[in-house]
Structure formats: C-alpha cells, structure tokens
C-alpha cells in the first residue's frame, strides 16, 4: 500500500509516492535524485547519510520516508547559496578535511548542528560531537580543524590558520 | 620549511595546493559508482551461505520468482551453461562466482536475484529457499595443516592436502649458525590478525552491456580499472566478450585501501546476467556483506626470532609465518610474491643474516589477502621485526632507543644490500629517530615514567623505527598475471596553454587530481590550476596496473615526471626556433626559455605551445603531447620513526593514547598538505588493528562481528590527535626523488602502540601483547600474573 507524503527539500517542496518500508536515504536519492547523502553501512554506525530533519542532525538510514512527510530536510546540496559555500564546506576544503569524500556529506550536515547548539566546542567535545560519523581516510586531525574553523568564520572571529603542520 | 622551485602561481613541487577534486565532494556532486542511474536498470541482490561449509542440496527459487518484479533467480548451475561459475584469482588459483555443489565459506554468495527495484530483490533474496547439508568446517589454519585434515579443495586436480605454497627466503645455514652461537635469542609467536579494509563506501558496479554493439560499460569500484578489463576479458571472452569490447570505468571511489583490487563473484555475476538480459544491473553489497565475504587483509601466524650479542647487537632474524588464507587464495600480491614484500622484515638494521619461510593454507573462511593499507605483507613483516627489536632490547636491557641507534644502517651505507635480497635506495633513519626523540621529549618522558610508576601509575613508550618497500614495480619481477606492473601518463597540451593529462592509475582519495597536476607544473611550468587530470575510464587512459601499495607517485608520477620532460625537450626545440637562437644557448626557468645572457629575451611554455599549432619548425611534429610509461629500476624505501605513549589505567585497563609522534621520510614532498592528510589517515588504521579491529570467527565458522555495530572502525574518539613531521632523504632513482607514503603509517603505528603498551606493564612480567591489544586482553595478562591478587 503506497503512501503520498509530501516534504521539502532545500527550501523545494516534494510530492512522491513511498512504500511504508522505504528508508528516507533511499528516497532522497533514488526519488529525488539527491545523491549527495551516502549510504555506508546498514547498522545506522556510520553516518555517511546524515541530514538535518527540522534542524536536527539525523541518520537518513534510520528513518522512514513516511516519518519525513510534513517535514523540513536540508541535504549536502542545500548548503552553498548564491553568496557561495557554507563555512563548514570551506572549512572543510581549506583544512583539507576530507579525502575521498564519501563520508563528508553526513560529516558535515552533523558538524552544522553540533555548531548551531555549541558555536565553541572544545575539540574533545568536537570529537565526541562526530563519534557517530565514521571517516576511514584523513584520521579525523583536519575533521576537527575544519570544524574549528567552521566555528571562527560563523561568529566572524579571527581565522585559525590553514597551513599544514607538516613543515 | 620545503623549499618550493616553482612559485605559488605555478603551483610545481612542495606547495601546499588546496585540493582540486574538493570541490564536487563538498557539494555533493561525487559521482560514486551508487549514483549511477541508467535507463531500464535493474538491481541484483545476492542470497548467501548460512554455513561455513555444506553441500548445496537444492535452491527453490519458486516463491521468488512469484514476487511481482522479480525477474530471474540466477544460481551456479546456470552460469555452469556458460562456463561462467569458475574465476581465476589474481594469484592463480580458481575461486567459485556461485557453487554448484558445495558452500566454502559463511557468507558465500549462493545464487542471485534480479527484480526492478532493490527491494523487491531483497524480498526475492528472502524468499529463495536453499536447503544445506552443513559439515564441520576447517577454522584453524595450524589443523588444516595436518595430514589427516579433509582436504578442502578437491576441485583442484591432485590436491591431497589443504597446503597451498611454501615460499623462503634468506640464507637458512648462515642464520642457524648464528642462532646456534648467539649470546642473546629471543622468540616470540604472534597473530597479526584477519581485519578488515572497510573503506566507508562499499562495492559494488553497475553492468551494462549493449547487445545490438557487443558492448560492455562497467562501472565499478575498481582501483585497478586496466587490469579489471583484462581479466573480464579472460574470463568472458569465450562468449564473445573481447578486450576492445570492454569498457571499465571507475567512477569516484569512496576508499579502497586494498579492498577494491580483487574481482568478487558479484562484479562477475552482474555482467553474466547483463549479457544474457541485455538490461544494466545495478548490485551494491550491504556493509554486513563487505565485511564477511569480500578480502580480508593479514591473518598471518608468526613466529619470530632475534639472536644478538649480549651488549645490544642484532645479529640475524629468523621468521616462520603460516599464511591463512581463507578458501582460495585470493590476495592481490605480485605473481613471483606469494607472501608480497614480506622479505622487507629485516627492518632498518644492519646485520647480515636472515631466514623467512612461509606456508599458506586453505581453511573455510572467506578468501582474500589483500592489503588493508599496507604494501603487499609490510604490516605483517614490520610488526614482527620491530616488536622483536623491543624484546630484545628488553632482555639485554637497553633503551629500545638507544639499541636502534647503535644498529641503524648508516645513510652511508646506502644503497644497502639487506640479507633477504633487496637494495635499500636511500634513508636516514638516525636522523628521523632523533626529530621523533626531540619532538616528544623522549629523555623527560622516560624520567616522567620512572616517577609514575613509583606512584604505581602505567605510563609506557614504544618506538617503531620501520622501513617501507612501496612502488611495485621494477618489470623485470613485478606482475600481476603477467602484466608488467609499470605505469603510465599521457599529457596533451592544449594550443592556449591548458592540458588535461590521464593516467593508469586511480585515485580513491589519495588527491592525485592535485599532486599529479603539480608534478606536470613543476615540470612544465603550466600553472597547475589549468592542468586538468584524468583516470578511472580505459577507453581514454593509458594502459596501468592502478592505484595500490602506494605505488602511484612511484610509479605514474614519475611517467608524469617523464613525458612532461619529453614536452620540454621539444618546448626548447620551438624555443630555439621562435627567437632563431642555438638550443645550446637557452636556459630554463620554470614557465620560460630565456637566451643565457640576455633574460629579457625569452619565450613562455605558453607561446611554445601555441606555436606548437601555429608555427612549429618545419619538419616537426604538430601538436604538444606526450606519453610515457615508466618502468622503475627499483622500488622505493620510505621510512619512519614512530614515537607513542600511553597511559594504562591500573584498575581497568583501559589504555589511552597520549601522544604519537610520527616522522616520515617519503623522498621530496609534492604537497605537504596531502601527504600530512595521509598520514593521519594511515595511522588512524594503525591504531584500528592495533587496538580495536578484528574479524573473529567461531569454531562453528561463524562470524562474531560482521558488522559495524560490533567490527569497532575507530571513531574521531579513539583516534588520538596526531603529531606529524618528515625527514627528506630523495630517491635517488627516481625522476622526482620521491617514493610513497599512504601506507607508511598503517605499517609502522601498530608496533609502536604495542610497544608502548608492553613498555608500560613490563616490570609486571609481561614481554608481549597480541594486536588487538583490548582492555580485557591486557586484564587477563596482568590478572594471569597475579597483578591483581587473588579476589580479581
């Protein structure tokens, strides 16, 4: 039996028919044609298709598309504006944070939360913040750099430094 | 500071160039190879063996088949009509793409269901009823080595036992000599156990093949696409299925680390049955699935020997390993390296004797052998070399330090001609043990220890000094299946200074969209902003042996290296004619010819390639390209020296890295920034098996932990914030002196985390700790030493 559910995402509104088992992950990407959010596991561990469902932070393989109707979600593609790209996708090329870039999505759609509930994280706090995201290339370093940078640009603080230690 | 020859504008070697490929993964514009939606696809799911090992009695595929949208069950015996069932292993031996008879191994695919959404192939997959006759697996590589183990490859003629090879190595007389009169042996077993790459994106392809052209376009997460389309036309060219008929495209790959190398039954089976439907067929295994049936990675019983003089001097190293490699070997070594580089486990010391044997085993277990990171085998090798260092250090009570230093081969002695056979090219190993020493503060740390442990406090400090051997390799004896694994580059030069260039090799992260494109600017002097770089689709790259054991700056970046070279030659050749001068009278300076003498009067690379359309010299050759494929007269042999140090909480065992200190000398530097980003990287999956990650199965043939609630892939927790430097020894062979470095840190972490964590309960009677090193194993140590008296 399938089920009209009607949702915005990135600001668009979406009518699409669903089976009541379809996962939400599954319709953003193959329904409306986001592939951006990623799909890694199949144990809700690794984040890589992390969205913000009315704000929040939530992994997309957890939800069922039913669960979105009435909703607000905003994808990786909802990120950059005309004025250009959000702070964390800066943050995140700048800090080199990223290396095959298939967690970054869900990296950074959990990093703009963590950010709009605590604009000044410690780095311990950061990295408890992404303990749900699993990054298997960069050794997380520059995961944590991008997202202090991320915090500077957003309050318009001075900005941390992108030079590598590595000198 | 690196010192940069070309400036910023420009962007050559040693500039700290922010990544080109960043930009559509930021924005979710990847294209993985799951993106990837064509017209009328349909979606494969595979069902799979509940048992270790069983007969196959009967698979209905009744109740599937009425599912609405469900296509076709496809099961061995039907592939057997086409002689599709079998595949060749990169390593020679034969694996099964679906049984016809008999279940290897837990988790093995059984058969396939095709339906139009992948939902409905689940429900099929579910549906399919197999009805099993289990029998007791072999789990235990050192019983499947007894002569009255049933043997588990009957299919293979002649077979009267489960011994797969025995390989060796080293002068075996020489090192018994030695062992026989030596002051000082000391000998440990270790595991190195099966993990598990588990790069975050899985794999999976889509086949697409055209009947009305005889086509096939594969996309696939392949790290090797060159090779891949080879081997499907070895296998699938009995049908028709030849070599100029295949394209392989790999699209954006979301980690490979080894695990993308092999060819698994579900790639197989998806062109089989796009061939015989004509439909592209989507199949993208679930993570539970990665983790249980594709390669595994290590799964080596060592059991290492050291004999040395009684003041500290290393005199020969003697290892013994049993290889289990799981139902067929499967590993993606070169042909004439069953146990890939292992023989680089006599370390950075210099001694003169040393004896390796190994032999390999089938059991019933996934099959596999790849890499996780590690250049063919050097984890393996280099954990047993450096944690017999410290043992030995320990017994004749030196500072494992100070013992490294006084048995260093000196950057003198380079190169150096180790006893099991290679020429070391280059290192200084004193001077990179001394900046880890410095940067950590080795000297106050190990007075700090002295005074924790007064205060019954576990503090410890592990050193790993470890030479890597990455670059395979020389063609005279590297191949994978008889192709020569050389590397290749083709830079075209646009007529307005732009150039695309193309490669054997595929990137999945490591940056090459970036580094290669400095390599050509600091070559050619074209800004690297305006070379484009492409791989990944053989129908445009040269031919390569592809992206793995970090061999492509080694290898491609040194073709790059090459044919920007060849450009330049005829970039002189123009010069001379444009400005009616002598080419003996120019000089280069990156982005120019100018007339010695005279600078003012010069020529860019810009108006040399213009004029390379417009107005070359007449009986040259138009246009402004160049290929190259480059065979290497040697490996390369990065190095390093890891510092780490840990705090063990006496109650529970918990163990805690404080800081590691890692210094790295992978030869000249192409970007600091991204070879800093591998690091981390790498020694975040040296930490992973080191303390965290291990695919445990039971007696039964069960995996324990196949997923990633309970296969513990380190998390921004657990990983410690990384300390990173570098030393710059070039490659003296090399076009650009550089060697490879993504694997560097996941071979030499593990042994120093270890190191130090048996440094900080040593004096409570314990010399060594087996990976991975759990807060419950480490209890159980201390607990069997009476550590925590009776009522524990």
């Known amino acids: ?167 | 500071m690196i010192k940069c020859k070309t400036s910023k504008e420009i962007g050559g070697m040693g500039h700290s160039k922010k990544r080109k490929e960043d930009a559509r993964f930021i924005q979710g514009k990847g294209n993985y190879v799951d993106d990837i939606k064509l017209p009328g696809m349909l979606y494969m799911d595979i069902v799979r063996s509940p048992y270790a090992y069983a007969k196959i009695k009967s698979i209905d595929a009744t109740k599937a088949l009425e599912i609405p949208g469900v296509i076709a069950v496809v099961t061995g015996k039907d592939l057997e009509k086409y002689n599709l069932h079998w595949m060749p292993t990169l390593m020679s031996d034969t694996q099964m793409v679906l049984p016809t008879d008999t279940v290897m191994y837990q988790s093995q695919e059984v058969a396939a269901v095709i339906a139009t959404d992948r939902y409905v192939a689940r429900d099929g997959k579910e549906a399919v009823v197999v009805d099993y006759e289990p029998m007791k697996p072999l789990m235990d590589p050192f019983k499947a080595m007894d002569e009255e183990a049933p043997v588990l490859r009957p299919d293979k003629e002649g077979k009267t036992d489960n011994h797969i090879w025995h390989w060796e190595v080293g002068d075996k007389e020489k090192t018994a000599d030695i062992f026989n009169s030596a002051d000082v042996v000391v000998k440990q077993q270790m595991h190195i156990p099966r993990i598990h790459v588990a790069s975050i994106e899985t794999c999976g392809c889509v086949a697409a093949y055209d009947k009305v052209e005889n086509h096939l376009t594969m996309y696939m997460t392949t790290q090797a696409p060159h090779a891949i389309r080879t081997v499907i036309a070895l296998v699938a060219g009995h049908v028709g299925l030849t070599e100029e008929k295949i394209r392989v495209i790999s699209p954006d790959i979301g980690g490979g680390f080894g695990g993308k190398v092999p060819v698994y039954p579900g790639y197989v089976i998806a062109i089989a049955v796009s061939f015989l439907t004509g439909a592209p067929i989507k199949w993208i295994e679930d993570r539970s699935e990665n983790l249980q049936a594709d390669s595994f990675a290590r799964d080596y019983h060592i059991t290492a020997e050291m004999a040395g003089t009684s003041d500290g001097k290393i005199q020969a190293t003697r290892f013994k390993v049993l290889a289990d490699h799981g139902y067929t070997d499967a590993s993606a070594n070169p042909s004439k390296f069953p146990t890939g580089l292992f023989s680089i486990g006599t370390g950075s010391y210099d001694y003169g004797a040393a004896y390796m044997e190994a032999d390999a085993v089938y059991t019933n277990k996934p099959p596999g052998g790849v890499a996780y990171r590690c250049s063919f085998r050097v984890t393996e090798a280099v954990h047993a070399i450096e944690r017999m260092t410290d043992m030995f250090a320990k017994k004749v009570g030196k500072d494992p330090a100070q013992l490294r230093m006084e048995n260093f081969i000196k950057k003198e002695q380079f190169p150096w001609a180790s006893p099991t056979g290679w020429s070391y090219d280059s290192g200084d190993y004193h001077a990179g043990l001394k900046l880890a020493m410095d940067t950590v503060g080795y000297d106050e740390l190990r007075k700090e220890q002295l005074e924790l442990r007064k205060e019954g406090k576990l503090m410890g400090i592990g050193i790993s000094t470890f030479t890597e051997v990455v670059g395979a390799g020389p063609a005279k004896d590297f191949d994978i299946l008889g192709i020569k694994m050389f590397d290749s580059a083709e830079i075209r030069v646009h007529p307005t200074g732009k150039a695309i260039a193309r490669f054997g090799t595929k990137s999945q992260g490591q940056g090459h969209e970036t580094t290669y494109a400095q390599i050509i600017a600091e070559e050619l002097g074209i800004p690297m902003e305006h070379i484009q770089i492409e791989e990944g689709d053989t129908d445009t790259a040269p031919y390569g042996l592809g992206t793995y054991a970090s061999r492509s700056t080694p290898t491609a970046g040194a073709a790059a290296a090459m044919a920007a070279r060849k450009l330049r030659d005829k970039a002189k050749k123009i010069a001379a004619h444009l400005m009616e001068v002598s080419e003996q009278d120019l000089e280069w300076e990156p982005g120019k010819f100018f007339v010695k003498g005279a600078p003012e009067k010069s020529k860019t690379i810009q108006e040399i390639v213009f004029a390379a359309y417009t107005n070359h010299p007449e009986g040259m050759e138009g246009g402004f390209e160049a290929t190259h494929y480059y065979d290497p007269p040697n490996l390369t042999f990065p190095s390093g020296a890891y510092i780490c140090i840990v705090d063990v909480d006496p109650d529970t065992c918990d163990i805690k890295v404080r800081r590691f200190v890692a210094i790295d000398d992978c030869g000249n530097i192409i970007n600091p920034m991204i070879v800093q980003g591998q690091v981390h990287g790498g020694l975040t999956q040296g930490i992973a098996p080191a303390m965290y990650e291990e695919l445990i199965y039971d007696e039964a043939g069960n995996i324990l932990n196949g997923t990633f609630m309970d296969y513990l892939v380190p998390t921004a927790v657990e990983s410690p914030s990384w300390e990173t430097g570098h030393t710059v020894t070039p490659a003296p062979h090399h076009p650009i002196g550089a060697k490879g470095v993504g694997e560097s840190p996941t071979v030499g972490a593990p042994p120093a985390i270890v190191n130090a964590i048996v440094d900080a309960v040593h004096h409570l009677g314990i010399d060594h700790l087996e990976i991975p090193v759990t807060p419950f194993k480490l209890y159980k140590a201390l607990k069997a030493k009476g550590y925590f008296g009776d009522n524990a």
């Open chain 1, 1 to 167: 039996m399938k089920k009209n559910i009607t949702f915005k995402v990135n600001g668009t509104e979406h009518s699409v028919e669903v089976e009541p088992r379809e996962l939400l992950i599954h319709v953003i990407r193959e329904k409306i044609s986001m592939t951006g959010s990623h799909i890694g596991c199949d144990t809700s561990s690794c984040g890589a298709c992390t969205i913000l469902v009315d704000g929040k932070s939530a992994k997309s393989c957890t939800l069922l598309a039913v669960q979105a109707n009435g909703k607000e979600i905003t994808t990786v593609e909802g990120l950059a504006t005309a004025e250009g790209l959000h702070p964390i996708q800066e943050g995140f090329h700048l800090n080199h944070a990223l290396h095959c870039g298939f967690c970054t999505p869900g990296m950074m759609m959990r990093a703009i939360e963590m950010l709009e509930k605590n604009p000044n994280p410690t780095e311990e706090e950061i990295r408890w913040g992404i303990a749900g995201n699993l990054c298997r290339c960069t050794g997380y370093n520059n995961i944590v750099k991008a997202i202090q940078w991320a915090s500077a640009k957003m309050q318009d603080k001075e900005l941390p430094s992108t030079e590598p230690e590595f000198v």
